[in-house]
Structures are given as structure tokens and as C-alpha cells.
């Protein structure tokens, strides 16, 4: 494997508790977007979790050249820290917009290094490489992921500071690129996912965004989820309309017309947002849901629904 190449993420799937077993590590699960760091002849590349260059877009909080001998790549997450220390996402969509917000990378796996895949190895041996490789680099604001064997204490700790779960992840496993594996299981104290901004519906007074409509990908078609109004501030609502008009369906091309959905303005299914929310009702549609902020970094072919791991997933990993 060639460290020219961009190496597709391994993926978490969702977890209902904190998994029991002394193979199992914990972390903090940031709130910013998935990212990778390139290390290359001493210059820094940024990708997103799609392969995208964000370079030039993401690297402004780092130098271009680093001191390295050798060549690397690094896995973790883009965020902005709000005062108190901790990761907000609407922060971070504030801050790619004006360009002001300070960006830090929080690395929390190395997939190569000094021209050699690592993703054969543990996690636990990974990252102890990771953790010479980040005190090497020497680099503000890039960090490593301290992690725990203790996911209670953890999760308690988290939730107090209001931090958005736990990353729970067996230390004996491989990499698996591109893949959505369990051994990786993400843990949120709220109800949280991505989803697709289908349309939205306007102020009848005002002309301005009254809500958005949000839907999954399942099986090749687009299913409605139902909509979010709030979370949205004044001025993100005037913004709203003119970018929506940019993804207008042509007349004809959405959904057929229901009670449900009359009233909305249809978009190409692009746009992908993240959205908290109490529950899902029984026909399958958000309820108490709240707008946090634009996916950039995810693609919304990629955007089903996400349904959390069974009961088992406390299985034990003392074997």
C-alpha cells in the first residue's frame, strides 16, 4: 500500500451500552469530522472520510511542513473545542464558514508508517505507535487520543461534561478498511445520526426556511423521515433559501404528493445534515428532533438508516 494513496476508514456501527470485557478500550468520541493526515516527504495532506482533499480547506491551524523522516498516515477527527474544553460540532460548521474558529486533530489510529501498512497489527500496538509518532510531529493542535479500560467510568465522566458518547474498541483487532465493523462500536448519550435533506418547507409570512425535510437511503430508495424545525438560528434560515434553490428538483421528480409531505419543496437528494432527536415513531419518522449542522465531509448515497447493535453487544471479550 502506497502512503500516496488515500485508505478508506474503518467505520463504527451503533451500540445501545458500554460493551464489558478486558479487551475492550475506550475513548472519547469527537464531534467534528472524520479525517485523515498525511505525512509526505514532510508535507501535511488532509483527507475526509470520502477522500476528498481538504487540505487547503482544514490545514490553516497547521504548518504545511513538518520535521518528519518519514512518511505516516494518521486517523482521527477534525474538531473546534468549545471554552470549556470540549468538541461542538455547530462550532466547527461555524468555523469552516468564517474561517475563524481554531481546528484541532485528535489522532486516534495509524494506518501507516515509514512506508508500511499497519493495519494487520492490533489496535493496541497501532496506537502505541500512534502515541511516538504525535510526540514526534510536535505539531499545536494535534493530539492524541488517550483511551481507558474502564467505559463506565468513562461514559459517566462524558456524559457530566456533555460530550457526545464513547468509541468502544477491541484492542486486538486489525484495521478493516471500509468497513463498518464491531469491532469498533460508537456509544452516543443522545440520539443522533446523519440524514438527508430531502426538502423543506417555507414561512408562509416570511419566505424563509421554516423546516427541513429529512430522509435515509434503505435498499436504493429514498425513505422519508420525517422533518426538524428548530435549531436553526435567524440567520441560518435566510441562508437556507438561497442555498436550497441551488438543489431544486425539477417539478415532476420527487416523491408523490401525500398529506404528509405536502407543501415541500423537493431537493436533489445532496445535502446531508446531522440531526439530534428524541425517538423515531412508529411510522418510522423523527419526533423532538434539532437541527446541528451541514455534513460536508459525508456523501448522502451513504446515508441509511442507523440502527443500533443488538442486546448482545455487551458480549465479553475476556477470550
Known sequence: MSISDFIPCQLAIAAKGIPAGINWLFEPKYDGYRCQLVVRAGKIQLFTRNGLDWTKRLGRSLPTEVPLQHDCVLDGEICVLDHSGRPDFGLLCKGLSDHRAQLCFFAFDLIASSGKCLTALPLLARKQRLRDVVSALDIDHVNFVEHTGDGLALAETLRKARWEGVMAKDSRAPYQTGVRSSTWRKFKFTRRQEFIVAGWRPDQATGDVKSIVLATMDNGALTLRGSVGSGFSTKQR??????????????????????????????????????????????????????????????????????????????????
Request: hydrophobic share 45%; charged share 25%; net charge negative.
Open 238 to 319: 435566510e441562508q437556507l433559501a438561497a442555498l436550497f434553490a441551488q438543489a431544486a428538483r425539477p417539478v415532476g421528480a420527487a416523491a408523490s404528493r401525500t398529506a404528509q409531505n405536502d407543501g415541500v419543496n423537493f431537493l436533489r437528494p445532496e445535502l446531508v445534515a446531522e440531526i439530534e432527536f428524541l425517538e423515531f415513531s412508529s411510522r418510522g419518522c423523527v419526533r423532538g428532533a434539532s437541527f446541528i449542522g451541514f455534513r460536508e465531509d459525508k456523501l448522502a448515497t451513504g446515508v441509511g438508516l442507523e440502527t443500533l447493535a443488538a442486546e448482545n453487544d455487551r458480549i465479553s471479550l475476556d477470550h
